[in-house]
């Protein structure tokens, strides 16, 4: 299996949820300005998207698009998925609304834009937080043990950071509870980030 990913990138969140899940894989860096993998290979040929994450399996299949590359992770993974008959759902429910809510608000930060829509979009994403901050059902987003989607805010709070956004106390709590869990440790030294 061989997950392409870019330092920081959203894909981030894949990188941990295969170290978490203890699956065997390698990792290979696209560099986001030329579209050129580690390995030297044109990314458009890998994925015609150009988009990380982009998952690889054992048997050539590719998945792209990070929700359904965490859901898959997850649904091989017993000890990642959240428990009841609402568990896949509610997490779904989670990882859509990072991805097409939070994820999306961020894009004027990363891209050339004013520095008028960069404050505007910081105030979204602050204002998009809120309710997750609210939510909290324990240490993380369902409990006492974190999900695929805890893993993907995860990747939007050290985004948080970059940006200097002043996030709720909850989140920062998150934040730093996921920073000791070795995987994420080993997936942030892996791609080169502090
Ligand atoms: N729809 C894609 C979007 C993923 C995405 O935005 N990836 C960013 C990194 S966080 C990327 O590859 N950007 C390349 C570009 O904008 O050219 C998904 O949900 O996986």
């Given at each position: 299996m061989k997950l392409y990913y870019s330092p920081?990138?959203?894909?981030?969140?894949?990188?941990?949820?295969?170290?978490?899940?203890?699956?065997?894989?390698?990792?290979?860096?696209?560099?986001?300005?030329?579209?050129?993998?580690?390995?030297?290979?044109?990314?458009?040929?890998?994925?015609?998207?150009?988009?990380?994450?982009?998952?690889?399996?054992?048997?050539?299949?590719?998945?792209?698009?990070?929700?359904?590359?965490?859901?898959?992770?997850?649904?091989?993974?017993?000890?990642?998925?959240?428990?009841?008959a609402m568990g896949r759902t509610r997490v779904i429910e989670a990882l859509t609304y990072i991805t097409t809510e939070i994820h999306r608000a961020y894009?004027?930060?990363?891209?050339a834009g004013s520095a008028a829509d960069k404050a505007r979009a910081g105030d979204t994403v602050l204002r998009l937080m809120q309710p997750l901050s609210d939510g909290l059902q324990g240490d993380y987003l369902f409990g006492a043990t974190p999900s695929v989607a805890d893993f993907y805010l995860f990747v939007m709070l050290l985004w948080a950071d970059r940006f200097a956004l002043d996030l709720p106390l909850p989140l920062l709590g998150l934040r730093e509870r996921m920073k000791a869990r070795p995987a994420v440790q080993a997936a942030m030294a892996a791609e080169g980030i502090g």
């Open positions: 920081l990138a959203c894909s981030l969140a894949d990188h941990i949820a295969l170290r978490e899940a203890g699956m065997a894989f390698e990792a290979e860096r696209v560099d986001l300005r030329t579209f050129r993998t580690a390995g030297g290979e044109d990314f458009a040929r890998i994925n015609p998207k150009k988009y990380v994450p982009a998952l690889i399996l054992d048997d050539g299949t590719m998945i792209t698009e990070n929700l359904a590359v965490l859901d898959w992770i997850a649904g091989e993974t017993p000890a990642l998925q959240i428990g009841g894009k004027p930060m990363w891209h």
